[in-house]
Nanobody, 120 residues
């Protein structure tokens, strides 16, 4: 079982930046993939960025070259640096931890979410 706690959301003007943090309740080196997802009002939850235990990263096309995901295993934390923010980035951002078990087992854990609002 993994507990995830996000922080760092808020209100920012277009073109601004924010840094989201996700603190895990256990050593994230044991977690196969950590990621950030977001859900805007009236839309489905979508992937923003992921990072593996080997630090391989993956980004949604809409955030490439603007967002950077990183991890600090010593602090059991994952971060999302968001630059050049746009109004369409407005959403609740969720931290995710995914582990792969025996066979085809996949376990997903979610944080409570943090609101990001981009508006002038």
């Amino acid at each position: 079982q993994v507990t995830l706690v996000e922080s760092g959301g808020g209100l920012v003007q277009p073109g601004g930046h924010l840094r989201l943090s996700c603190a895990a309740s256990l050593n994230i080196f044991s977690i196969n993939v950590m990621g950030w997802y977001r859900q805007a009002p009236g839309k489905e939850r979508e992937l923003v960025a992921t990072i593996t235990s080997g630090s391989d990263t993956n980004y949604a096309d809409s955030v490439k070259d603007r967002f950077t995901i990183s991890r600090d295993d010593a602090k059991n934390s994952v971060y999302l640096q968001m630059n050049s923010l746009k109004p369409e980035d407005t959403a609740i951002y969720y931290c995710n931890a995914r582990t792969y078990g025996l066979g085809s087992r996949i376990d997903d854990y979610w944080g409570q979410g943090t609101q990001v609002t981009v508006s002038s």
